[in-house]
T-cell receptor
Framework: RKEVEQDPGPFNVPEGATVAFNCTYSNSASQSFFWYRQDCRKEPKLLMSVYSSGNEDGRFTAQLNRASQYISLLIRDSKLSDSATYLCVVKGQAGTALIFGKGTTLSVSS | SQTIHQWPATLVQPVGSPLSLECTVEGTSNPNLYWYRQAAGRGLQLLFYSVGIGQISSEVPQNLSASRPQDRQFILSSKKLLLSDSGFYLC????????????FGPGTRLTVL
């Protein structure tokens, strides 16, 4: 089983749609969780950290289910500028590396 | 605010040639520094990380090496490049207030011919 698995997509949605991405991780000792966004041929940028209680930042909502080892990202009211690859990232204890999923590609069209 | 620089932005090198990529961070002290590689169609792979000057941990055995001569400088090197070294090389840092979150530089796109 891969350490971090994501549906690669692509997800093709119209502007204004709501889209959800899922991610599973294999290491139950993982302690920190993140979503990064990567535009084509650019560096990944931190979108949001994911907390156990779930968290929201504007149109973006992230949730964590430790029992199922599952992370999600919900994007509401999609914008053209949301088109990118979304990377699910997991980290173990302090001093351990970030483990990246291969990413889910989102394309928002008008 | 903190910024991270990488150069060069793009590089085309012949097989067997040496490599030196540089990364510097501004606006923070004692950062953890990281080198990642992203090959075409693949996820990010951690190559090296450093928690201080002169301290390097290698994650993947290969013909690359890293050095940290100064607190905010991280260098990735190779004596002889292979075709398989082609990829997008990203430097990242983490530090105060949260060492968990990492922030990436703009990257170097390396093509080995």
């Amino acid at each position: 089983r891969k350490e971090v698995e994501q549906d690669p997509g692509p997800f093709n949605v119209p502007e204004g749609a709501t889209v959800a991405f899922n991610c599973t991780y294999s290491n139950s000792a993982s302690q920190s969780f993140f979503w990064y966004r990567q535009d084509c041929r650019k560096e990944p940028k931190l979108l949001m950290s994911v907390y156990s209680s779930g968290n929201e930042d504007g149109r973006f909502t992230a949730q964590l289910n430790r029992a199922s080892q599952y992370i999600s990202l919900l994007i509401r009211d999609s914008k053209l500028s949301d088109s990118a690859t979304y990377l699910c990232v997991v980290k173990g204890q302090a001093g351990t590396a970030l483990i990246f999923g291969k990413g889910t590609t989102l394309s928002v069209s008008s | 605010s903190q910024t991270i620089h990488q150069w060069p932005a793009t590089l085309v090198q012949p097989v067997g040639s040496p490599l030196s990529l540089e990364c510097t961070v501004e606006g923070t002290s004692n950062p953890n520094l990281y080198w990642y590689r992203q090959a075409a169609g693949r996820g990010l792979q951690l190559l090296f990380y450093s928690v201080g000057i002169g301290q390097i941990s290698s994650e993947v055995p290969q013909n690359l090496s890293a050095s940290r001569p100064q607190d905010r400088q991280f260098i990735l090197s190779s004596k002889k490049l292979l075709l398989s070294d082609s990829g997008f090389y990203l430097c990242a840092w983490s530090g105060i207030p949260s060492y968990n979150e990492q922030f990436f530089g703009p990257g170097t796109r390396l093509t080995v011919l």
